[in-house]
């Protein structure tokens, strides 16, 4: 029995999953804000932001893609026992996207909705180096405006991959569409939705 | 140690519908002394049960019910599953953890012969004192053809 593949997901299934909930609302409100994730433990090359982030929001319901190196045995094993998630190979059907920062899907595949359902676009998960709200150095350094923001935002991004940037300030799809872009960091979590207006200092 | 599936299905079949303290008296002492790891605790839902028209028909939703399921590691790494009709954590819990030990050559004849055979024993009884209360109010009607011939 390769029994060994199952690890605990949430210690209280309730109210950790309100919590993870509930830090991902106030990052999706207010982009940039650096929030606490660590209900869980890592899963093998998922952070525990990551892992914490997918068990709170799969559900039997979600169409998962999983980027090379997280599409091994112990993740594919966890993820399908403690959410149920459906898996694909098909980045265009995908409701969440999975991946590290330098293994990202080609962006103009993903699932955008449509203007009458745009909340049915495809929501990015990547998992970055590290994430501050002061300038790293040797980091990206994006300057944050929009809603959620009261004048503007700073926010590092350690191994921010050139694509994602390119699409970040360019900005190609056509408002409402547009992907939303969760980043997640070791035990922390931030977010740039699809109405943040990104600069790179 | 070589479980064939049927095994498996048949002592967890047993668990799910022994009489909670029935299960609870026979099992204590084995599992007192056990480590177990939690990887679902004890969790209560609802499942849609689907039937078949007459059996063979097209398939259709007869109705939802509760279950609580639960899922252990024990200390030798095999995994415990229970799923359990109703609401009722400590049986699930208690399923899952005789489920993993089962499958643990050091336990098993032991676990076969102190819980799960006293178990089954117990299940037929009262099935067959229900078959027999319910035979004996069987009737008989003469003039009408009640469809078995």
């Known amino acids: 029995m390769n029994s060994i593949a199952l690890q605990v997901g949430f210690r209280d299934s309730v109210t950790n999953a309100q919590q993870v909930f509930r830090s991902l609302l106030t990052v999706m409100s207010e982009p940039g804000v650096i929030e606490t994730l660590d209900q869980t433990e890592a899963l093998d090359t998922l952070s525990p932001a990551a892992f914490s982030t997918c068990l709170a929001l799969l559900d039997s319901t979600t169409r998962l893609w999983l980027a090379e190196r997280f599409a091994i045995d112990s993740v594919i094993r966890n993820l399908s026992f403690h959410s149920g998630c459906r898996l694909t190979g098909n980045a265009n059907e995908a409701d969440f996207v999975l991946c590290p920062a330098d293994q990202l899907p080609p962006l103009e595949l993903l699932k955008l909705g449509s203007a009458e359902y745009p909340d049915r676009g495809c929501t990015l998960l990547v998992q970055v180096g590290q994430l501050s709200d002061r300038a790293l150095p040797g980091a990206d350094v994006l300057r944050l405006q929009g809603p959620g923001i009261a004048d503007q935002r700073i926010l590092s991004v350690e191994s921010l991959p050139a694509e994602l940037i390119r699409y970040l300030t360019e900005r190609p799809d056509p408002f409402p569409l547009g992907l939303d872009i969760v980043l997640l960091a070791g035990g922390s979590v931030t977010a740039i939705p699809r109405t943040t207006i990104v600069e790179v200092n | ?149």
């Open chain 2, 1 to 149: 140690m070589n479980i064939s599936t049927e095994q498996r299905q048949h002592w967890i079949a047993v668990l799910a519908k022994a009489p909670t303290e029935a299960l609870r008296t026979l099992s204590d002492s084995v599992v007192s002394d056990m480590q177990f790891e939690v990887i679902r605790e004890p969790e209560i839902g609802l499942m849609q049960v689907r039937a078949r028209m007459g059996g063979t028909g097209d398939a259709f939703n007869m109705g939802d019910m509760t279950v609580t399921r639960c899922v252990v590691r024990s200390h030798n790494d095999t995994l415990g599953f229970s799923y359990i009709a109703g609401r009722n954590k400590p049986h699930a819990l208690r399923a899952a953890q005789l489920d993993a030990m089962l499958q643990l050559s050091d336990f098993h004849q032991r676990l076969t012969d102190t819980v799960i055979e006293p178990l089954k024993q117990q299940l037929i009884n009262t099935r067959q004192v229900k078959q027999q209360a319910i035979a004996a109010t069987k009737v008989d009607f003469f003039t009408l053809v009640r469809g078995e011939d």
